[in-house]
């Protein structure tokens, strides 16, 4: 499959002032194909959002780069380059509410987009819009309405729209539906997946629910502390993790399936994720990991192939 988008040694760190930095990504090393969803996992803390975020620009690079479809992207976009760049890439936000802006008739918020990055006529637009109410599920007369007259997974229908509405190629779902009901999850999870067979989406899936990454993604990618540790098919991390931070993660995951037990009290994982500010030497899990050895409180393990090039581990127990 060919590369569409690939982040190449991409970190994003905050100045908090005082001298201290606060490493949100770094060094992330990871290529999306035309056409397919990589899920990206982790607990809270971990830099997903920042990753995603930094991927399509909204956050300027600290280092590193992103090209997309052989071209390397600015370092920080001009107002330029969101206009050019927002007909390709797109966010579907975690909080559908506080993205859609309570003064704008969901038919505006839906049609701005094509408003502000093409030439089309107000008519065309409209009939855009109501097309794309259609295919979300909602009623042509739910365009003349305020967001607040909707449910939250009407509203994060309204969000798919209006990300998806300019056709972009390339899509990041925040945490698309962790602020849904779970009867609501599957119904706008299932939208996405009609979506992207239809539309030919490539997209960088964000979740903490594993066993939905693994439903919706090709490939699982793992992210500790702002440094991804495992990547492979979701199937493969998912049913056979390596990493020990991966194994914890999927051991402690909700399981929708109750034929499929799980040691829940061993599965805990230990402790808080240590502060981005003070990054540990050495492994970054090391202070959580039931499988630490003296090397790995000194020595940063890479991300290697293990079994096959498809499958990266970073834990010194596959060096
Ligand atoms: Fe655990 Fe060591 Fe592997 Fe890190 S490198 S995950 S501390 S075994």
């Given at each position: ?40 996992v982790g607990e809270?803390?971990s ?163 594993l066993?939905?990454v693994r ?5 699982m990618a793992v992210m500790y502390?702002?440094?991804l540790v495992e990547i492979g098919?979701a199937?493969a991390v998912y049913f056979e993790p390596k990493h020990p931070y991966t194994e914890l993660l999927v051991a402690s995951n ?13 599965a805990?994982i ?15 899990f090391?202070?959580?990991c ?16 293990v079994?096959?090039?498809?499958r990266q581990v970073a834990c010194?127990l596959y060096?």
């Amino acid at each position: 499959m060919s590369e569409l988008i690939a982040a190449e040694g991409l970190s994003r760190h905050f100045e908090l002032g005082g001298g201290q930095r606060l490493h949100a990504v770094d060094d992330v090393n990871l290529a999306v194909a035309a056409r397919e969803i990589v899920g990206l996992v982790g607990e809270s803390g971990s830099g997903k959002s920042t990753f995603g975020k930094t991927l399509l620009g909204l956050y300027p690079k600290t280092s590193g780069k992103v090209r997309y479809r052989g071209e390397t992207l600015p370092d920080r976009y001009r107002p330029a380059d969101f206009r050019r760049l927002a007909k390709n890439m797109q966010m579907i936000f975690q909080d559908p509410y506080s993205s859609l802006n309570p003064r704008m008739t969901v038919g505006e918020i839906i049609g701005e987009g094509l408003r502000l990055h093409s030439d089309l006529s107000s008519r065309q637009i409209n009939s855009r819009v109501a097309d794309w109410l259609d295919q979300v599920g909602l009623s042509g007369d739910h365009g003349s309405r305020y967001p607040h007259e909707f449910s939250g997974g009407q509203r994060q229908r309204i969000g798919i729209a209006r990300a998806l509405i300019l056709e972009p190629e390339f899509v990041v779902c925040d945490e698309p539906v962790s602020a849904l009901d779970v009867s609501v999850q599957a119904q706008v999870i299932n939208l996405l997946g009609g979506l992207k067979e239809s539309l030919g989406l490539t997209m960088l899936f964000i979740a903490h629910d594993l066993s939905m990454v693994r439903h919706v993604s090709d490939r699982m990618a793992v992210m500790y502390l702002g440094s991804l540790v495992e990547i492979g098919s979701a199937d493969a991390v998912y049913f056979e993790p390596k990493h020990p931070y991966t194994e914890l993660l999927v051991a402690s995951n909700p399981e929708p399936d109750p034929a499929v037990e799980r040691n829940r009290e061993s599965a805990a994982i230990r402790g808080e994720i240590p502060s981005p500010v003070n990054i540990p030497a050495g492994c970054r899990f090391a202070s959580r990991c039931p499988k630490v050895m003296p090397v790995c409180r000194e020595v940063t393990p890479e991300l290697i192939p293990v079994q096959d090039a498809t499958r990266q581990v970073a834990c010194h127990l596959y060096s």
